[in-house]
């Protein structure tokens, strides 16, 4: 049992660790277990099967462990959904996330919790996470994204503070208060989340300690960049238009939402170009000129206008040199033709011009990167 400061005994609260499971039969063992491993005692564990097509094989895993978890099964309805499960069955004063396909050091939870201890009034805390990919270190998260000292709204929102949700334990409480995760996102629910309990006065700190361990695939949500892309478009767009933003946010936010539109234009345009489909390309490119004036996307637009076969053959050739480790994911008909919250195709556009469903081309930084 920790002690205070003058060396009394400190009753530990209870801290429910949540788990959404879904397609992760292969690694929620260890999941599991490293929860189970924590050198903080007070935790209960709730494993969430989100409607699992793996059912069969998560059960499996799991049946090791049933005496130890709270185990709830449910319809699939996205991450968000299972965490709300999670949460409103939760007994704990504080609220752990962990994703399936993640897991944790033994000292992870302790030094958490620690820190909620140590500021009273804290209702959130987070920390810093290793990536994995391929089961091989690629490099830290804070690393790649450094925090800014201050976790605020602000900070958050343009990125200068970034929250893992397999790193967070938040206030029960205040996630209640909050109204809990928006369960019509598919991804960036937790960035949505977030951004609420900040907005909403909810103190947050972190501290820079790996000890959480975090999948990188290329196969999961947050791996299909353009579908992230137009949800965090949604994100802004529900910022806009739910809080009482002052001048200077609503700016700020309304220019990141039109960047993003950008960045989803470009990388569509890419598949296309991938997809030798130069006369829709050039569409696009003429509305990507419209919101950048970038060298690169005169270029391309030129380009397609003028040499449009040419321009093609040496986009691919440098795609193909450039970052071979990261497949792009294919398009589909229904991806070109956007969501309501960012139309990406203008009319004229046919779906059926979308890259075939076999195709995977390499990611990198080619001539439009």
Known sequence: MPRSDSGESVPQPLASVVIPAYRCAQYIAQAVQSVLGQSYGELELLVINDGSPDTPLLEAALEPFRDRIRYIRQPSGGPASARNRGILEARGQYIAFLDGDDYWSPDHLAKQMELFRREPGLELAYCDCILLKDEKTLNRAFSLQPQKARVSFDALVVEDCAIGTSATVVSREAIVRAG????????????????????????????????????????????????????????????ITTLPLSRRQRTTIEKLAADTRRDCDVYILKHLLDAEDYRNALVVSERVKARSSSWKLTLAHVGLRFLPRLFGQLHRIRTRLVDREYPRRPLTGETLLGTEATPTMPPGIRSQNAPPAATREPVGRNLLG
Request: charged share 35%; proline share 0%.
């Open 180 to 239: 809990l995760f928006d369960e019509t996102f598919m991804r960036c629910e937790d960035f949505e989340m977030w951004l609420r309990m900040s907005f909403a006065g909810s103190r947050m700190s972190y501290h820079s300690d790996a000890n959480v361990f975090h999948r990188v695939s290329e196969y999961g949500l947050s791996a299909d960049r353009l579908a992230m892309k137009r949800d965090r478009i949604r994100v802004y767009e529900k910022l």
